[in-house]
Nanobody, 124 residues
Framework: QVQLVESGGGLVQAGDSLRLSCAAS????????MAWFRQAPGKEREFVAA????????DYADSVKGRFTISRDNAKNTVFLQMNSLKPEDTALYYC?????????????????WGQGTQVTVSS
């Protein structure tokens, strides 16, 4: 069992940067594939990024590739999402998600554990 709590969201202007954090409880954090999803108003939840157990490989949605970076610190039970060059279309509620085991999945139902979300709003 793992509990996830996101933080770091806020209101920024286009072109700015934000760093989201996801703090995880539990002693087996390194056994989970981690991911970030987001949901904009009136839209379905969509995959943003995922990272492997040890953090050696990552996957990104095409819409954020080159701008966002996912990372993890297993010693601190934390996952990060560095977001640069933010655009208004990045505005959404961002969720941290976890699933036990290796391998990437790009649909929300594949992930068992979810945080409450942190709001990112990009103006202009």
């Amino acid at each position: 069992q793992v509990q996830l709590v996101e933080s770091g969201g806020g209101l920024v202007q286009a072109g700015d940067s934000l760093r989201l954090s996801c703090a995880a409880s539990g002693r087996t954090f390194s056994s989970y594939t981690m991911a970030w999803f987001r949901q904009a108003p009136g839209k379905e939840r969509e995959f943003v990024a995922a990272i492997s157990l040890g953090g050696s490989s990552t996957d990104y949605a095409d819409s954020v590739k080159g701008r966002f970076t996912i990372s993890r610190d297993n010693a601190k039970n934390t996952v990060f999402l560095q977001m640069n060059s933010l655009k208004p279309e990045d505005t959404a509620l961002y969720y941290c998600a976890a699933r036990m085991g290796a391998g990437y999945y790009y649909s929300g139902p594949a992930y068992k554990y979810w945080g409450q979300g942190t709001q990112v709003t990009v103006s202009s």
